[in-house]
């Protein structure tokens, strides 16, 4: 196992999950996650001003985003997919398409491992191999099994 890693969650929360990366790669974890090394900017002044205003990605970067996070996505061993309260946040929801791939993905090959942190936000949160109600004790449980997340008891 090359034991790569996924951190699926919202963009806002990039700098939050880029810790919880340092956190894995403590670990002997990889997480080559393109999103997280802050190569998804948006080009342009106007574009970006629009983005943070709460539009849409502009398609032409926005096809360049999708692909990498899917090629991502395709790559992982085990995705950790970051949930919200359900209608709690403003967001554009990628995260949940993220979910999607992984699921689809594992349904075909028995991989990746699938995790949620936080609430089960929706009905595909509850197909995750486990769930955890926070960072903390997704570290505990991961530093319990001490190997490959999937082999879990």
Known sequence: MSNVVYLAGRYTRR???????????????SVPAAWLEG???VHGVEAARAVEAGG????EQAVAFALDDQADVTA????VAFTEEPRQSNSRGGRHVELGLALERRRRTARPFIYVV???????????DRAFYDWPAFLEWLDD???????ST
């Open 15 to 29: 700098e939050e999950l880029c810790g919880y990366r340092a956190d894995l790669a403590d670990r002997g974890w």
């Open 39 to 41: 190569t998804h900017q």
């Open 56 to 59: 849409p990605v502009p398609s």
């Open 76 to 79: 992982a061993d085990v995705v």
């Open 118 to 128: 936080g609430p089960l936000e929706n009905v595909f949160c509850a197909l995750a």
């Open 145 to 151: 099994t001490g190997s490959w997340l999937g082999d």
